[in-house]
T-cell receptor, first 115, second 114 residues
Framework: SAVISQKPSRDICQRGTSLTIQCQVD?????MFWYRQQPGQSLTLIAT?????????ESGFVIDKFPISRPNLTFSTLTVSNMSPEDSSIYLC????????????FGPGTRLTVT | GQNIDQPTEMTATEGAIVQINCTYQ??????LFWYQQHAGEAPTFLSY????GLEEKGRFSSFLSRSKGYSYLLLKELQMKDSASYLC???????????????FGAGTQVVVTP
């Protein structure tokens, strides 16, 4: 399976600032996803990032707050903008294998704390 | 959308068997996945079912009944390292621009005791 890395692994940020999280994959993949996992909770899909097109956001998530870039088939970024303490969470990128059963594999996550 | 239910926590002793149930109500179905997540780590893929029946992978097995909206993950010969959260995820039907997104249950925390 592909190797997925994320940077930074963790950060502590002040309210009102923005943080960009990078996700790098060691092979080309079509589908990449961004999830949020709040403490003690399950994963919530933020958006699907396809190369060459706008990201598709889930209900409750908007582009102004979580802009996503997908410049090529091995890289994506998620920005958390104008942060508040409610944004404190783990953010994970994942990829979908390009053949059945199209299971998803996750990066190690970015632990964000907003003060 | 999907409504996915799992027990919050289960405790079992080393060497025993534990069965984690997952029930779902769906507006569409394109497969069910089980993931394992150790504390502070990313989820790792365990198993996939799309047809009814049992899939076996070593000490782990997963079962699906589509007519009942029901799956279980069976962990045999439990080891201490199996202490983790187990996530049930149902995939939406594929569309022209997506393989079908995953909807995750809240996860079942399995605690293995000596």
């Amino acid at each position: 399976s592909a190797v997925i890395s994320q940077k930074p692994s963790r950060d502590i940020c002040q309210r009102g600032t923005s943080l960009t999280i990078q996700c790098q994959v060691d092979s080309q993949v079509t589908m990449m996803f961004w999830y949020r996992q709040q403490p003690g909770q399950s994963l919530t899909l933020i958006a699907t990032a396809n190369q060459g097109s706008e990201a598709t956001y889930e209900s409750g998530f908007v582009i102004d707050k979580f802009p996503i870039s997908r410049p090529n088939l091995t890289f994506s970024t998620l920005t958390v903008s104008n942060m508040s303490p409610e944004d404190s969470s783990i953010y994970l990128c994942s990829i979908s294998r390009d053949r059945g059963p199209y299971e998803q594999y996750f990066g190690p996550g970015t632990r964000l704390t907003v003060t | 959308g999907q409504n996915i239910d799992q027990p919050t926590e289960m405790t079992a002793t080393e060497g025993a068997i534990v069965q984690i149930n997952c029930t779902y109500q769906t507006s569409g179905f394109n497969g069910l996945f089980w993931y394992q997540q150790h504390a502070g780590e990313a989820p790792t893929f365990l198993s996939y079912n799309v047809l009814d029946g049992l899939e076996e992978k070593g000490r782990f097995s997963s079962f699906l009944s589509r007519s009942k909206g029901y799956s279980y993950l069976l962990l045999k010969e439990l080891q201490m390292k199996d202490s983790a959260s187990y996530l049930c995820a149902v995939r939406d039907p594929m569309t022209t621009d997506s393989w079908g997104k995953l909807q995750f249950g809240a996860g079942t925390q399995v605690v293995v005791t000596p």
